[in-house]
């Protein structure tokens, strides 16, 4: 479903990003772990276009995506959340929704119908959503009013109002008590139960390993190892980089 | 005291012309968050194009209105792409000094291809007047007001019950988010400028009506009435555009009437320097600074 084929990124001197191949499988929840400044997130931000690759290629289904505008990426299938919460804090709930609807509607019905069209029908389809965010009683309550756990969960709503079929959740349980993640946690098998595609970016272990079929690791940008949970939390490349200096 | 209220009847007409400049302004600030110096000349060369059709063909009012909009527009466009979309982010400085070199081209290709400098405009109902009781306005300013009016209105409810409008407050708003939601920003930048120009074409029809004549100096006096207006409001608030508006438009009537031409300009700049001098957000700015300044001491 997606491939990154030999994908680099250097800022100046740093790798941040160094030849790195993965295929992520359709219906799959893959988790993409490291510590700090490996390479997770650019490896997210060229994936949504947010900055030129230096090489390599992002396929998603079978069609090149790489350097795409960040819109295109979204018209694709690909929603994401971001590390730190970006919304729409003078708009409402439901608005934030709302403008995300935008790239997939207007494939349907035409731009000017979609741009000119009413509030109505973007408040029906927000309702679906934000109920299973569980956010239903919030919908008019403005973005920047929320709770810090309410802002993450409206994040990962807006990323699905755009119908993805891939979904990139970059660290979504930062911040997060447990109670919170295991709520999380729920949320991403009932997402992959509808079908959809998603790649965890985490930090949080019991998260990643409770949840994703399949993990890669990073360390300075390059992929030390790949496996199920279980082979990745024994082994000794990933122990000695990453859940090693966890342990000690 | 009936003068006074006179005053104020002419200067809301006046300020309904800068409301419109001064919402073009804010809509262009607010998508971009950079001044575009060169709005009032590219308004002033649609103007010149109206004028064209009106001395050259002697076209009616409508046909006028619409090649002064189109010009506008047309020209609006240019700006963007030059000055705006050609040099991206992070250099607000470039973009506004670019603007100006832009202006100065403007102006003298107005120049060049309208030697004679001032040229006639044809008015509304020139000589007309309509009564209220004890007071009269202009019928050319009522339809100045009306208009003007109008269009306030067709904006707002563009930006504020239309999917276009959501697009152009999220791009104002966090232009990163607005991309990953899958908001073509830079279509939506370039329609917005696209709004702005109309409005700017349409307030600049109004006035060069009222008028009945035009300058290649219009330009600049349009750029430093839409940012006084804009920043008496508040830069970037559309309701504070309308305001800052209306209260430009109206302080300088009762300035022109109790303390002559020569004061009135120092007048609206020493409004201009009080308000940001105790509102540094402007009237209605005021609000939004805090409530941002607020959320990001929170995050």
Not at chain 2, 79 to 88: D, G, K, Q, T, V
Request: proline share 3%; net charge neutral.
């Amino acid at each position: 479903m997606l491939e990154l084929h030999s994908l680099s990124k250097h800022f100046g001197g740093v790798r941040a990003v160094d030849d790195l191949s993965l295929t992520v499988g359709q219906g799959e929840i893959f988790g993409l772990i490291g510590p700090n400044g490996s390479g997770k997130s650019t490896t997210v931000n060229l994936i949504c276009g947010v900055f030129p690759t230096t090489s390599g290629a992002v396929v998603f289904e079978g069609q090149d995506i790489t350097d795409a505008p960040s819109h295109r990426v979204v018209a694709a299938g690909i929603g994401r959340t971001f590390q730190n919460i970006r919304l729409f804090g003078d708009l409402t709930v439901w608005q934030n929704l709302w403008v995300a609807q935008n790239s997939v509607e207007e494939r349907q019905t035409g731009w000017l119908t979609r741009w000119l069209g009413g509030q109505r029908r973007g408040r029906d389809y927000a309702g679906e959503l934000l109920k299973f965010a569980g956010l239903a009683d919030r919908a008019n309550e403005l973005a920047r009013n929320l709770a810090f756990g309410e802002q993450r969960r409206l994040e990962m709503a807006r990323a699905l109002a755009a119908r993805p079929k891939l979904l990139l959740l970059d660290e979504p349980a930062a911040g997060m008590n447990a109670e919170e993640v295991s709520q999380l946690a729920t949320r991403i098998r009932a997402l992959r139960d509808h079908g959809m595609t998603i790649l965890l970016v985490e930090h949080v272990m019991e998260l990643v390993m409770g949840v994703t079929d399949r993990i890669a690791v990073l360390n300075f940008g390059q992929k030390i190892a790949e496996g199920a949970p279980a082979e990745i939390r024994s082994d000794p490349a990933v122990r000695t980089a990453y859940l090693g200096t966890a342990d000690a | 005291m009936a003068d006074f209220l006179q005053n104020c009847l002419d200067g809301i007409a006046t300020g309904s012309a800068y409301a419109l400049l001064a919402l073009g302004f804010t809509l262009i600030f607010g998508v971009l968050r950079r001044l575009n110096l060169s709005y009032g000349p590219s308004i002033m060369a649609g103007v010149f194009a109206g004028t064209a059709l009106y001395t050259a063909f002697n076209a009616g009012l409508a046909e006028i209105a619409i090649a002064t909009v189109i010009g506008a527009v047309v020209v609006g466009a240019y700006i963007e792409r030059l000055c705006f979309w050609a040099i991206r982010k992070d250099m607000a400085v470039a973009s506004m000094v670019s603007s100006f070199v832009i202006w100065m081209q403007i102006e003298e290709g107005v120049t060049l291809l309208f030697p004679d400098r001032t040229y006639a405009f044809p008015g509304i109902l020139a000589d007309a007047v309509v009564e209220f009781g004890p007071f009269f306005l202009r019928a050319s300013s009522l339809a100045m007001l009306a208009i003007a009016a109008l269009a306030v209105l067709g904006l707002l409810g563009l930006i504020y019950r239309t999917h276009f409008g959501l697009a152009v407050r999220a791009v104002s708003e966090n232009p990163e988010a607005a991309r990953v939601a899958g908001v073509n920003t830079g279509l939506v930048t370039l329609l917005a400028f696209a709004c702005a120009s109309a409005l700017g074409g349409l307030a600049g029809f109004l006035i060069a009506a009222g008028d009945e004549q035009i300058t290649p100096l219009f330009g600049l006096w349009a750029t430093f009435k839409g940012l006084i207006a804009m920043m008496l409001g508040g830069m970037g608030s559309i309701p504070g555009a309308v305001l800052g508006g209306l209260l430009l438009g109206v302080v300088e009537a009762n300035a022109l009437w109790y303390l002559g031409v020569e004061t009135r300009d120092l007048i609206a700049y020493m409004l201009l320097f009080a308000v940001l001098t105790f509102r540094p957000g402007g009237l209605m700015g005021q609000a939004a600074l805090m409530a941002r300044r607020a959320a990001e001491s929170r995050v």
